[in-house]
């Protein structure tokens, strides 16, 4: 009897794996190459827990304001004003906060309605109306800047209570407290200074020695939480390949999928690690995980998520079928400013001050991120790892440019011309295909 194998799937290679997702999986070894890039020039710097933690906590609001735009681009638009509001929710905060002794359980939840009132009044001259995104947030820039001089009388407002202030500054508490900090010493490999010859230009490294290296874990709990992470991104992941199996869908490599989890997971370790000998898991870094979480459900398995892309990718033929173009165009400018109304409570109580300067250049680095991430400026397109990833690359960029000491100026020049190079390699594969 001879085998049917007409059925069989061609199990691609790793290299051919790799040229069909290169967009996808580009961006993740570009920021692994950054990220040693900037380690090895900050001298070890980019990797201590304290620097770790700090690049969290740095870039957490562009993340969290990046979920938010990525839906906008792909729906077809744009939002120039989030830097504007969230200096605007900032200072109505600190208002609150300061001035009229308001607790900080209200003043949180009232502050993300009033986001969410802010994007509905620029989602309905977009959806509704049918002015340009851009005309409308541009001029929503420079009103809520203009709103927050007004609101602030030109002068920063603080410092604010303490509990407000843990929803940047505060970490996770330690459920395994009990056990104490824990120390152990681990063998390492020193390697003296290099010596250079400048004449032959050769590097010369003396003989390594080994020393013995103390490490104090100070927070068990971020440890155990990055094993159980690991543990439940590799469950499903064998669970997913195995669907795939079952329905005839193209897996990766086998070879590949298991260099991927191994890779993922010691960074996930490392990471939990490293977080575990200073303070802990920070709040915000439990706020952005929990909003990755959520976005890339919606965006993936919600209808409608599906109907954002379709009406992104065409308007016109979303609109036949049936989909309510101007209600979801409404529901992602919503959406847009409660993402931004929380960003600006996180950076005000991480500054423990509300300034009038506040988000100024922040829009620029959120839609940076977005296309960086893979986000096409036609819409449609998009990935919420991937603006994730693209704020975690200007992020990076920007923490290690600084530890170097690199002026502002040179800062932006780096950043314009990634962001260039990431527009133009998105056109390039789209020509290319």
């Not at 950054?34 to 827990?49: A, D, E, Y």
């Not at 932006?412 to 990431?422: D, E, P, R, T």
Request: glycine content about 10%; charged content about 10%; hydrophobic content about 55%.
């Amino acid at each position: 009897m001879v085998a049917d194998t007409s059925t069989q799937i061609n199990k691609p290679s790793i290299g051919d794996y790799l040229k069909n997702n290169i967009r996808e999986y580009g961006l993740l070894i570009a920021l692994v190459i950054i990220m040693l890039f900037f380690q090895i020039l900050t001298g070890g710097v980019l990797f201590k827990p304290v620097n770790l933690t700090n690049l969290v906590l740095q870039n957490s609001f562009i993340v969290i304001m990046a979920l938010g735009m990525l839906l906008i681009i792909v729906a077809g638009h744009i939002d120039l004003s989030v830097g504007s509001i969230v200096a605007f929710i900032g200072g109505l905060s600190a208002i609150m906060l300061v001035k009229w002794g308001v607790h900080f359980s209200i003043v949180v939840p009232l502050c993300l309605i009033l986001g969410g009132l802010v994007g509905a009044a620029q989602g309905y001259w977009v959806a509704y109306q049918k002015i340009p995104a851009f005309i409308v947030t541009l001029a929503g820039m420079l009103v809520f800047r203009g709103l927050t001089y007004l609101v602030l009388q030109n002068r920063p407002i603080g410092p604010f209570p303490k509990d407000f202030q843990l929803l940047s500054t505060g970490f996770v508490p330690d459920l395994f407290g009990f056990l104490g900090p824990i120390s152990f010493n681990t063998p390492w490999i020193q390697f003296q200074q290099s010596l250079i010859d400048t004449s032959t230009w050769s590097v010369m490294w003396p003989d390594p020695q080994l020393v013995l290296v103390q490490w104090t874990i100070n927070n068990v709990f971020a440890l155990v939480v990055a094993l159980v992470a690991v543990a439940l991104l590799i469950y499903k992941s064998i669970g997913h390949r195995r669907q795939n199996e079952l329905h005839g869908t193209e897996n990766e490599p086998f070879g590949f999928f298991v260099a991927q989890m191994l890779i993922i997971s010691a960074v996930a370790i490392f990471f939990g690690f490293q977080l575990a000998t200073y303070r802990g898991l920070p709040n915000v870094l439990v706020v952005m995980a929990v909003l990755i979480a959520l976005y890339t459900f919606v965006t993936t398995r919600s209808t409608i998520g599906r109907r954002i892309y379709a009406m992104g990718g065409n308007v016109k033929a979303a609109k036949l079928s049936g989909i309510n173009t101007e209600r979801l165009t409404f529901y992602t400018f919503v959406n847009m400013g409660v993402l931004a109304a929380l960003a600006g409570m996180i950076i005000a109580a991480r500054l423990n001050s509300a300034t009038p300067k506040a988000g100024v250049g922040f829009e620029l680095d959120v839609i940076a991120a977005c296309f960086i991430g893979g986000a096409s400026a036609s819409g449609g397109v998009g990935k919420i790892t991937g603006a994730v990833i693209g704020a975690f690359i200007m992020g990076v960029m920007n923490n290690g440019m600084s530890i170097m000491g690199l002026g502002i100026d040179y800062q932006q020049l780096v950043k314009g011309l990634v962001l260039l190079a990431a527009v133009f390699f998105d056109v390039y594969n789209k020509n290319k295909g």
